[in-house]
């Protein structure tokens, strides 16, 4: 069966049938490595993407459920040529160390600075909580966010 979503402002025609995973599709059938597979229950974090402002684990969303939805995963926001700003601040920062967390943790990062352009350590830390990262990077992390926010308040 296929079905047209839009990811990272593309429209795309995929065939899958319509319980498959979003995650399947990003990374198998539109070659997107940015979402990761973690734990498959949506409680790692590793599989995050934004669709309508809204962060979403896209290991337990049906294809079905985002047909009429915008998504973006961590190559909508920036390029190697052309890095988002958060993509900046998590380099500066040192912020991933073996990396396999960091595209959920932008995305969330993302939609906060996205809802709230000047958030607090507190703040960044609520917002981040859901995301599992075993490196150990956490100080790390904040710091890059806080300096998004920073750099996107200018």
Do not use: W
Request: proline share 4%; glycine share 10%.
């Amino acid at each position: 069966m296929s079905t047209r979503i839009t990811v990272n402002g593309e429209s795309r025609m995929v065939d899958a049938a319509p319980d498959t995973p979003l995650l399947y599709v990003l990374r198998n059938d539109l070659g997107l490595n940015g979402p990761k597979y973690g734990c498959g229950l949506g409680q790692c974090g590793a599989c995050a993407a934004i669709i309508g402002g809204n962060l979403v684990r896209t290991c337990s969303m049906p294809l079905r459920d985002v047909e009429n939805d915008h998504v973006t995963t961590l190559e909508g926001l920036g390029s190697v040529e052309n890095p988002h700003t958060l993509q900046k601040a998590f380099i500066a920062e040192q912020a991933a160390q073996c990396g396999y967390c960091t595209s959920g943790i932008i995305m969330a990062a993302k939609v906060l600075l996205d809802r709230n352009r000047n958030p607090d350590d507190e703040d960044i830390k609520n917002a981040l909580a859901d995301h599992l990262c075993r490196c150990g990077t956490h100080n790390r992390v904040v710091r890059a966010v806080r300096r998004a926010a920073v750099e996107l308040a200018r």
